[in-house]
């Protein structure tokens, strides 16, 4: 099946008791049994759940998996893949990730014993001295937030699978619509759901999708040990945003190109982070894993101070000034202080994460009313 009928069919068959075409909310945390362990294949809502279990088989689906596994947010979802090590285990990652990454990473996950290198992976063979018989994993996120370096998947799959590393990829900013890493390589995909898979910024989620089973059958032991798994009326939000995600990411994808042009051209703006460019120093491997460059834009302002960057990202009238992304309605963000205020300033300056960046996710209103609130905003 195509993405489409995917998006909007995988994992929902009509409900077997009344046979309601969309997926019922069980808020249930608990099954009758018939004798002890005589069930109908759910015993305990953490584990297990109808409305969860829908939108798992789904995210499977649309991201080319066999299966998947939602949490309680994106960060509950990285939390499980960290657990799979053990003290004295290494992990390479990117030098430019989601602020809450490098904040489990240095701040709880260094704590239990386990070592991280913050590497500049737009050359993935920089990861090559690094790796030595600790390294487990290669956790990388592409393209990255805020400032859309595109990490080349294949390339990354290929040394995991040289040292027998396990490859996780963010998936986060370019959705399954544009990007499926599994398909390149990845053993586990990762998804912060809140931002486009939802895309109605109503909740909180994230999941993991798979292809092997014995992987799928640890990181689920750890989601039903540790707990953070969703509710079912998150899980029937994700599940109905998801219908929609096809149009919604062609949509982000057609405003984000005028967005980027009309930035590209603005006498305030001295830098423009989006991969759609051509001079984009990694473009071509963004043509060749992505299906289109996304609605994610940052900006350098030109001469602004902080105050100056504080007063201009206050001034939008449809962008709304707010952490997170993806959804429908358009935002703007300052990583600085916001998304990314957890990571040092000198570690953040070294990847362009600068007092004047700002960050766009462009949403699906009308073109003309997104460009007049920059041109009046940046004036
Ligand atoms: C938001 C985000 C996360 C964390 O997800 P939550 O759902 O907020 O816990 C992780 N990675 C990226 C790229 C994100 O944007």
Redesign the pocket.
């Known amino acids: 099946m195509k993405f489409a009928t995917k998006a909007i069919h995988a994992g929902q068959e009509p409900d077997p008791t009344t046979g309601a075409v969309m997926t019922p909310i069980y808020q249930t945390s608990t099954y009758w049994q018939k004798s002890p362990g005589e069930h109908k294949g759910y015993e305990y809502s953490r584990g297990t759940n109808p409305t969860r279990k829908a939108l798992e088989d789904c995210l499977a689906a649309i991201e080319n998996g066999k299966f998947g596994l939602a949490f309680s ?3 509950g979802a990285t939390d499980a893949v960290m657990k799979l090590l053990k003290p004295g285990d290494e992990v390479i990652t990117g030098n430019d990730l ?1 602020g ?2 490098y904040r489990i990473f240095t701040k709880i996950f260094a704590n239990y014993g386990i070592k991280f290198h913050f590497l500049d992976l737009s050359n993935p063979d920089n990861m090559l001295p690094y790796i030595n018989a600790n390294t487990k994993q290669i956790w990388i ?1 592409t393209p990255t ?1 805020p400032t859309m370096q595109i990490i080349d998947i294949e390339a990354c799959a290929k040394i995991a699978k040289a040292h027998q590393l396990l490859l996780t990829v ?1 998936n ?2 370019a959705s399954p619509y544009l990007q499926n890493p599994l398909d390149l390589g990845a053993d586990i995909v990762m998804h ?1 759901v ?2 486009y898979i939802a895309g109605h910024s109503d909740v ?3 999941a993991l999708v798979v292809n092997d089973e014995d992987l799928y059958k640890k990181l689920w032991f750890i989601y039903n040990s540790c707990g953070a798994t969703p509710g079912p009326q998150d899980a029937f939000l994700a599940l109905r945003g998801i219908k929609t995600l096809h149009l919604r990411m062609k949509a982000h994808c057609e405003n984000g190109a005028l967005v980027a042009q009309f930035l590209k051209n603005h006498p305030k703006v001295e830098k423009i982070y989006w991969p759609g460019f051509q001079d984009h120093p990694n473009h071509d491997i963004a043509k060749k894993q992505m299906r289109g460059f996304g609605g994610m834009i940052s900006i350098v302002l030109k001469g602004a101070d902080l105050q100056e960057t504080f007063r201009i990202a206050s001034s939008f009238k449809v962008f709304s000034l707010a952490e ?2 993806g959804g429908v309605e358009s935002l703007i963000n300052h990583p600085a202080t916001m998304t990314h205020g957890s990571i040092p300033r000198e570690e953040r300056e070294k990847v362009g994460v600068t007092d004047n960046l700002l960050r766009l996710s462009v949403g699906v209103e009308d073109i003309e009313d997104l460009l007049e609130d920059l041109k009046e905003a940046l004036k």
């Open positions: 947010s994106g960060m989601y809450g990454s996120e937030n963010d986060t900013f912060s809140t931002k909180v989620m994230g997170s992304l």
